[in-house]
């Protein structure tokens, strides 16, 4: 009886006590600062640009920041701008702090080049009234910059204004930049377009196209046959043999190199020797490879495929004649897009307004996968197809002369569905000759 006496008045007591407590503790009490939506975020930009990087809290009374770049301490106040010097990667760190805890956001941020985020456009020029020109198609802008390269390399030149630049490819993370009649070959690095070598400017130069054929070395094509090219020296050294007059586009495939002759159609080069072992005659249009490694050409009404491991050649009635450009060469109207192919239905030089795509049967090649409207016609290569964006890039001036030629559009289509995306009109005597894509 005695302690059941106690007992009401110890726990009121002890009661009181903890309600005191759990008062005097509310009081006091400071939450950990709150982060408004994700912890970890993604953003973009490009070299030279500024990105602006908020802590996005809910509150930030009584709270102290600390920034982090890749776990290096740059900064304490609620803000933070970034500008990279280099391309790459970055993990950007945000930790708030308070009385009553700390917690963090990331960014994930990756840093284009100066010469990344986009695709190159070589540009012929006028014969004879300038030299070729560079452009660039900015994806976030959807906007052409022109004359990039003599803008980056104010020292340097694509002169003479009698050659015309006609070709461009990305080997070894370098842009090739490929002129004919008397121009120079000239190598950039593809992300700064800073200058690097070249084959200088010279009479008696008519360079068509190059490709890589390993690390160190290069075959460039040429109104007088195949040159062997070492690309640590740019200095040719000597030719394919048995390869003679005018060798236009060039691709690699396997242990194979694949080139378009004038005079003997399809030449095939085996790689490691650089002999030629295969000789495929009446084709005048080159090249695209599809994903599964063969190179796909055109001649008479036949597109061929050409097994890359086995030179086994298989036509495929195209229902229209296929066109080159020995007259006055430029790279072919064909490309690839996975395991499909695009080929314009050009006139005589260039001129098309149909872009076919045949995926495999007779049938896709039955109707057109795009007609161009009104006055636009294809114009160099005409088509290309950007891999990081599933597009397939069209070039076209206006069909007649004179002003016509200075009226351009360049259009992006989804490959898939052939529905456009974006479309640029812009006014020079520009000449479009390729597109070039970062892989």
């Not at 995926?359 to 009104?374: C, D, H």
């Not at 069209?394 to 259009?411: A, D, K, P, R």
């Amino acid at each position: 009886m005695k302690n059941q006496f106690f007992s009401k008045p110890l726990i009121a007591i002890a009661s009181l006590v903890m309600l005191t407590v759990s008062c005097n503790n509310d009081d006091d009490f400071t939450a950990p600062p709150v982060i408004k939506g994700e912890l970890q975020l993604k953003d973009t930009l490009t070299v030279g640009k500024t990105l602006q990087l908020s802590s996005k809290l809910a509150d930030r009374k009584n709270v102290s920041f600390e920034w982090t770049v890749d776990g290096k301490v740059v900064g304490s106040d609620s803000v933070y701008i970034f500008k990279p010097e280099t391309r790459g990667d970055f993990k950007l760190t945000m930790t708030a702090k308070n009385d009553g805890g700390k917690v963090a956001l990331t960014y994930d941020i990756h840093a284009y080049a100066a010469y990344e985020n986009g695709f190159f456009m070589v540009n012929e020029g006028w014969f004879g009234h300038g030299t070729g020109t560079l452009g660039f198609y900015r994806y976030d802008t959807k906007a052409i910059e022109d004359s990039v390269f003599v803008k980056v390399n104010p020292d340097k030149d694509l002169k003479p204004a009698t050659s015309t630049l006609e070709f461009g490819t990305i080997i070894n993370k370098k842009l090739f930049l490929v002129s004919k009649v008397g121009g120079p070959v000239v190598v950039a690095d593809a992300y700064s377009l800073k200058e690097e070598k070249r084959i200088a400017a010279k009479g008696g130069n008519d360079w068509r196209a190059v490709v890589g054929v390993n690390e160190n070395q290069a075959l460039l094509t040429s109104g007088k046959g195949i040159f062997k090219l070492n690309l640590n020296t740019m200095e040719l050294d000597g030719q394919i043999d048995g390869v003679t007059g005018q060798v236009g586009d060039i691709v690699k495939a396997n242990g194979y190199v694949f080139a378009l002759s004038a005079s003997k159609g399809v030449v095939v080069i085996n790689a490691a020797t650089l002999v030629v072992e295969k000789t495929i005659p009446g084709i005048v249009l080159g090249f695209a490879v599809t994903d599964d490694k063969k190179v796909w050409a055109a001649g008479g009404k036949n597109l061929i495929s050409i097994d890359s491991n086995t030179l086994e050649v298989k036509e495929i009635a195209l229902g229209f004649q296929a066109y080159g450009s020995w007259g006055a060469w430029h790279p072919g109207s064909i490309t690839a897009a996975k395991n499909d192919v695009f080929i314009a239905k050009n006139g005589s030089f260039s001129g098309g307004k149909q872009i076919y795509k045949y995926t495999g049967t007779p049938e896709s090649l039955a109707t057109p996968f795009i007609t161009l409207t009104n006055s636009n016609i294809l114009y160099g290569a005409g088509i290309g197809y950007d891999r990081k964006k599933n597009a397939l890039v069209v070039n076209t001036l206006n069909e007649g002369f004179g002003v016509n030629f200075s009226i351009n559009n360049l259009y992006i289509f989804n490959a898939d569905s052939g529905v456009k995306t974006a479309s640029v009109n812009y006014s020079g005597y520009y000449f479009p000759a390729v597109s070039v894509f970062h892989q």
